[in-house]
Structures are given as C-alpha cells and as structure tokens.
C-alpha cells in the first residue's frame, strides 16, 4: 500500500531524459510540477520513489541508503531504455544521490536543488542520538499544508525514523568524499532562508566539484520547498529547463 503521491510518473518526450529524484521523507508527487513542465519543453521525464517512502515510517527506518541509491540506478536503468542522453535533478537529500550517481553513470547534467551537504542549526542535529540509541525511535512531523500543489504533494509521514537520519548523514558523507569525481555539467540551487539544509551547502558544492561547468543560483527569498514554493517553483523550473537546454537566462 502506498500513499497517495507516491505513485512513480513517467512522462513519454523527447530522447532527453530527466530522472527526478525526491528527497528524504518525501513523494514523487513533491515533483510532478516540475516534470510536467520539463515535458512540456520536449523532455521525457521519470520521477522515482526512493526505497521506504511513501509506504509505512516502519518501512522507512528498515531502510540503509544503499536501498535508496539502488532505486537511483533502477530509474537510471529504464530512463536509459527510452532516451539517448539522461540529465537528472534531485531534490534535497535527492540531490545528494543525483550527484552520486553521475560518478558512477553517464549523466548530461546534474541540477541539486537544496542540497543538504550541511544541516541547518535550527534542526538541533547535535542532539541526535548515538545510532543504536535511535533504533525504533520516532520523531513527530509537522503536516504540511501547501496550497496549489499536486495531490498528495501534502501527504508526508507524521512522524520520522531517528535511524533514518545516520543513513542521510552517511549517504552525505559518501558524497563528500567523491566530491571531486562529480565532473557533469552542475547547476546548484538554494533558497537563502533554507531552514533544513543549510545555504552554505551550496558554497561547498561550487567549490569542491570537479565540474569544469557549474553553474550556482541562489534565490533570497526562497526556503527548502524549492519545487513547491508558489512564487519560487515558477523561477526554479525556469532555470532549469534553461540549464538542461544549455540557454542562457
């Protein structure tokens, strides 16, 4: 049983693929308005559920994030089924998986929107448990309450697996040490008032990626929701499509 949102979508286009990627705790359905628009300029785009999400919390916290990176590489396989040349956009911790995976497959170009690189203060990661300590624990989400998104784009878990949390840490590790092998053509966005992952991730991407193209947008007025956000989704879809295009904004 999954929730509703949690559908994976594939959008039939072009022979450009764009694989999207959600991010931790969420739904394909958080990007359904970014690949409906993506389509819309000729694109063929396949949004994934990353392994854990969108079932049960109790699914989730069974879950090591080499399951997650093997749902990468499971949409990586059928995208490159239908389409010649593949360019992938993740989401949060999604961007941190659309990174590894360009290390490891042929990708035209990576977009990380908010990558959590660093975790932002005001999410008291220091008072994270010790990883046995947070085995069969669980902490209590807000509901999100968006209004113009796709149905189910609300429906994340209530609450959240503390176990879950070393795995994201874990997963962001690996990254930061194959950092250098990211060499894809590489836009970075961030919202300035990202509450989650902290703006100074984008800093380190731009400066540690072996991308001899990389390209950072950083928008003031935007926080973590950056497919979401009404009034901020408009420009980072924009600047997107322009990206995966190679237009000039």
Same mark, same amino acid.
């Given at each position: ?23 931790f705790t969420g739904l394909p359905a958080e990007l359904r ?6 389509? $819309?300029? +000729?694109?063929?785009? &396949?949004?994934? @559920?990353? =392994?854990?999400?969108?079932?049960? *919390?109790?699914?989730?916290? /069974? ?58 203060? $005001?999410? +008291?990661?220091?008072? &994270?448990?010790? @990883?046995? =300590?947070?085995?069969?624990?669980? *902490?209590?989400?807000?509901? /999100? ?105």
């Amino acid at each position: 049983m999954h929730l509703v949102g949690a559908e994976p979508f594939f959008l039939p286009g072009g022979r450009h693929g764009v694989l999207l990627i959600h991010g931790f705790t969420g739904l394909p359905a958080e990007l359904r308005l970014l690949g409906a628009y993506l389509n $819309e300029r +000729g694109f063929t785009v &396949l949004a994934i @559920r990353l =392994a854990g999400h969108g079932t049960t *919390v109790e699914d989730l916290s /069974r879950m090591e994030h080499e399951d997650w990176m093997d749902s990468v590489r499971d949409g990586y396989a059928i995208l490159s089924g239908a389409c010649d040349r593949i360019s992938v956009v993740g989401h949060s911790m999604g961007a941190v998986f659309a990174l590894l995976l360009s290390v490891e497959a042929e990708v035209a170009h990576v977009v990380s929107l908010g990558a959590p690189i660093m975790i932002a203060p $005001e999410q +008291g990661l220091e008072h &994270l448990p010790t @990883r046995e =300590a947070c085995i069969d624990r669980y *902490v209590p989400k807000a509901r /999100r309450k968006l209004r113009d998104v796709p149905q189910g784009a609300n429906n994340t878990y209530r609450r959240m697996p503390l176990v879950s949390i070393h795995e994201l840490l874990d997963v962001v590790a690996i990254l930061c040490r194959q950092i250098g092998r990211v060499t894809a053509p590489l836009l970075i966005v961030h919202g300035e008032r990202d509450h989650t992952a902290d703006p100074k991730s984008a800093d380190y991407l731009y400066e540690n990626v072996g991308s001899p193209h990389c390209e950072k947008f950083i928008l003031p007025d935007a926080g973590h929701l950056l497919p979401l956000d009404t009034g901020v989704r408009e420009r980072v879809f924009a600047r997107t499509a322009a990206f995966l295009t190679g237009d000039t904004l």
